[in-house]
Each structure stands twice: as structure tokens, then as C-alpha cells.
């Protein structure tokens, strides 16, 4: 997961706005899966936490992950 996504040199958005995201479908699983990957290998099969993907994703813990 690229921890730059839509973040700009400063840590902010690139245009002073923050935006959501919305997954399709197969986003979603492709997501799920790359987490749940992630998790198996650096975490020994722990849950990363909300916060954790928030910081790794660079997406706002205001509008949290559904599913």
C-alpha cells in the first residue's frame, strides 16, 4: 500500500482539501486482500489497527473503513 496517496511533500492534500475514497467492488477485495497479506506476514496474523492503516494509507480516520 502506497503511504503517499494524495498527500503532498507537507503531509497534506496537494490542493488544502481532504477527500474520501470510494472503493468499487473489486477495489474492496483487492484491498482486503492485500491486507490481510500484510497482516499474515509483518503481524504474524494480528489485526492492524484503524489508526495503523489510517497512518499507512494516509486516508482520514474520520470516514472509517466499512466491511
Not at 38 to 63: I, M, N, P, V
Request: glycine residues 12%; positive net charge; charged residues 20%.
Amino acid at each position: 500500500m502506497d503511504s503517499n496517496l494524495g498527500k503532498s511533500m507537507n503531509g497534506s492534500s496537494p490542493h488544502g482539501r481532504v477527500r474520501g475514497v470510494i472503493l468499487s467492488p473489486q477495489g474492496w477485495q483487492q484491498f482486503q486482500s492485500a491486507k490481510q497479506q500484510a497482516e499474515s506476514e509483518e503481524t504474524w496474523g494480528k489485526h492492524f489497527t484503524q489508526e495503523y492503516l489510517s497512518d499507512r494509507t494516509g486516508l482520514s480516520l474520520k470516514y472509517p473503513l466499512l466491511g
